[in-house]
């Protein structure tokens, strides 16, 4: 199915990462499993993309092709002009287990892209106080991740992230296991940082309520294999209240929209 | 479930050692002759004739050179090795069948060919040691490098990684649990290959001074021997709890940590 962009067609700016004609074929216990299937998608510099649909639609497939953990088998995806080729250092990505060293604690896992980069140790030390400071995670540097409960290692993932300062974030669904509240916290925090630092994201989901409270655009995937349904502008305002999003009329109108396109794949597959 | 306090425990165990030993006191002479099960007390007379004597611990430093010398020997081998082919998986592959084989094999039946090739010296020993800690450590480390989580790998690449920051903060501390348990469970092997070396042909060491007793008929020796390779095994043992605290603090915290479920 063909993607209708919902970015205006006379943009001026070039898309930041191009997906084109992307299908990719796994091999599953001998049997060939189509997970995505003609994909067309632009995502522009700056902008909150959020991709939602049913699990195993291939939304994280499409991530793990932009971060160039393995090449589509169908297509072509570029990057700021140029094909993706393996592992895209301008991205970063954040899962939904957070893949933090054990062996290392807060401070440590956060200096981990920083002692890459060559930094001196006290300028590793500097920015580790600073990106604590920024999640919200000052005065535990020295506490392992299995001490710590599961926002707050979000949290920590989230600063190592930022903390090699990717131009595009990765995100697949990484408030998954949050409950509720804490959730709706990450989620705020996450749209307010990203805004601030003019981040590019790619955000998965299975949530539409998430997929719209966060994005500026929204992607609909349906299916088995998976094929973008729709992509829509999210009609809220950038500086939007999330925790308000629940009263306003917009925010109700485009997930009872998206919903519409989502359920009949809740009867369909199984 | 309250927990007994520690005195309470200690002093179970006390109870529980005094009533083995009074038992065995008991027994000698009376349930079984004195000739094949000796006494407690003649045993501690003749250990600290031993120590006394200073006996016990020239043969005890032969043995610890002999078991650590192969603890270290075959430890370091077989943890490069270990790292070795867990990175190169072809080499592991071609080589697999040829190590299992090895492996399989009960290493003590290496000794008479050791004794042909390096002598009855204490390098044979320590070759023997070395060669039942090398498998322990090498199988262990690399089983820990290749359970390394290849999403943790490729997050680290995405951060700009090369080969050596994968080693050096992945790949090796994430297998450091498992060469520690390698590690910890060669030390009493180091100690069999050392002693098992010493009981076939030396003329030094705890393994010497027991087949030594044992071939006078002194029951009392080859139990104050044991006793002697008893708590140099508890030493070591202890030695490397005491370094795996030290260089996996994490480990610590996670069992002293409130239960979850």
Redesign the interface.
């Given at each position: 199915m063909q993607a209708q962009s919902a970015a205006p067609d006379d943009d001026p700016r070039a898309p930041l990462i191009s997906f084109s004609g992307i299908g990719k074929q796994f091999t599953v216990k001998g049997e060939l499993l189509q997970a995505v299937e003609n994909i067309d998608l632009d995502v522009y510099q700056g902008e909150i993309l959020t991709l939602v649909g049913p699990s195993g639609c291939g939304k994280s497939t499409l991530l793990n092709i932009c971060?160039g953990?393995y090449p589509a088998t169908a297509g072509d995806v570029s990057y700021a002009g140029k094909p993706v080729e393996p592992?895209?250092?301008a991205?970063?990505?954040m899962?939904q287990?957070d893949?933090l060293?054990?062996?290392?604690?807060v401070a440590g896992n956060i200096a981990?892209?920083l002692?890459?980069?060559g930094l001196s140790k006290p300028e590793i030390k500097a920015q580790v106080e600073e990106l604590m400071e920024t999640v919200g995670l000052s005065g535990f540097g020295g506490s392992?991740p299995?001490?710590l409960s599961g926002g707050m290692r979000k949290r920590c993932a989230l600063a190592r992230l930022l903390a090699?300062d990717?131009e595009t974030l990765l995100m697949d669904e990484p408030f998954a296991a949050l409950d509720a509240m804490l959730r709706m916290r990450m989620q705020i925090e996450i749209r307010e940082l990203c805004r601030r630092l003019n981040k590019t994201v790619m955000f998965v989901t299975h949530d539409l309520d998430e997929a719209v409270a966060i994005g500026d655009r929204c992607v609909v995937f349906t299916g088995r294999p998976g094929t973008i349904e729709r992509v829509v502008d999210v009609p809220l305002a950038p500086d939007r209240n999330i925790l308000h999003l629940r009263k306003d009329p917009d925010y109700r109108t485009i997930t009872a929209d998206l919903w519409d396109v989502l359920a009949p794949s809740i009867t369909e597959d199984r | 479930m309250e927990t007994p306090s520690r005195t309470y425990i200690w002093v179970l165990r006390a109870a529980f050692l005094v009533s083995v030993l009074s038992f065995w006191e008991f027994s000698s002479g009376r349930l079984a002759s004195e000739f094949f099960i000796s006494s407690p007390s003649a045993i501690a007379v003749q250990f600290s004739r031993w120590v006394m004597s200073g006996t016990i611990f020239y043969h005890g430093a032969i043995t610890l050179i002999e078991a650590l010398g192969g603890f270290l020997l075959g430890g370091m081998i077989g943890m490069i090795f270990g790292v070795w082919l867990g990175r190169a998986e072809l080499v592991a592959e071609v080589l697999d069948p040829f190590i299992m084989m090895f492996y399989s094999l009960p290493k003590v039946a290496l000794a008479p060919l050791f004794v042909l090739w390096f002598g009855i010296g204490i390098d044979m020993k320590i070759y023997l040691a070395a060669t039942i800690v090398f498998f322990l450590v090498f199988l262990n480390t690399y089983t820990g490098v290749r359970a390394v989580s290849r999403e943790q790998v490729a997050i680290l690449r995405l951060m700009g990684a090369t080969e050596k920051h994968l080693l050096f903060k992945v790949v090796l501390p994430s297998a450091i649990t498992w060469v520690f348990t390698g590690l910890r469970l060669s030390v009493p092997y180091a100690l069999i290959g050392a002693i098992v070396g010493e009981l076939i042909a030396s003329n030094r060491g705890l393994g010497y001074l027991l087949a030594n007793s044992a071939g006078q008929f002194d029951t009392t020796g080859v139990f104050a021997a044991l006793i002697g390779i008893m708590i140099m095994a508890f030493f070591l043992n202890a030695a490397v709890k005491l370094l795996e605290a030290k260089a996996m603090p994490w480990r610590d915290l996670n069992s002293k940590r409130e239960m979850s479920i």
């Open positions: 971060a953990l592992y895209n250092p991205v970063g990505y899962t287990s893949h060293l054990p062996w290392r604690d981990i892209p002692e890459i980069k392992y299995n001490q090699y990717p | -």
